[in-house]
Nanobody, 124 residues
Framework: QVQLVESGGGLVQAGGSLRLSCAAS????????MGWYRQAPGKQRELVAT???????KYADFVKGRFTISRDNAKNTVYLQMNSLKPEDTAVYYC??????????????????WGQGTQVTVSS
């Protein structure tokens, strides 16, 4: 049973920092891309940042220069270092694993998985 488990959310003042972690657990053969999305109240879920297994990154314009995504392929874990946080960064942050291939017999193909979400609140 594959699961994505997030940690690291919380309450921080504007200008502060938080580091989110997301570990994919279970028997996993490979994961194509891992990333972070967020959803604020009354808004649609939006991409924050993604990183491929080869280390190629993609960021939303609103986090460029402030957030850094990184990944430990051996641990199937993705991190999001968030600096210079703003009140508008307040949202539930969701971890995503795209193209995850579970280690099953026979092979079951690639799937997308989501974490349960972690709340990030930035006070002004």
């Amino acid at each position: 049973q594959v699961q994505l488990v997030e940690s690291g959310g919380g309450l921080v003042q504007a200008g502060g920092s938080l580091r989110l972690s997301c570990a994919a657990s279970g028997s996993i053969l490979s994961i194509d891309a891992m990333g972070w999305y967020r959803q604020a109240p009354g808004k649609q879920r939006e991409l924050v940042a993604t990183i491929t297994s080869g280390g190629r990154t993609k960021y939303a314009d609103f986090v460029k220069g402030r957030f850094t995504i990184s990944r430990d392929n051996a641990k199937n874990t993705v991190y999001l270092q968030m600096n210079s946080l703003k009140p508008e960064d307040t949202a539930v942050y969701y971890c995503n694993a795209e193209g995850l291939v579970p280690m099953t017999s026979p092979p079951s193909g690639a799937w997308d998985y989501w974490g349960q979400g972690t709340q990030v609140t930035v006070s002004s």
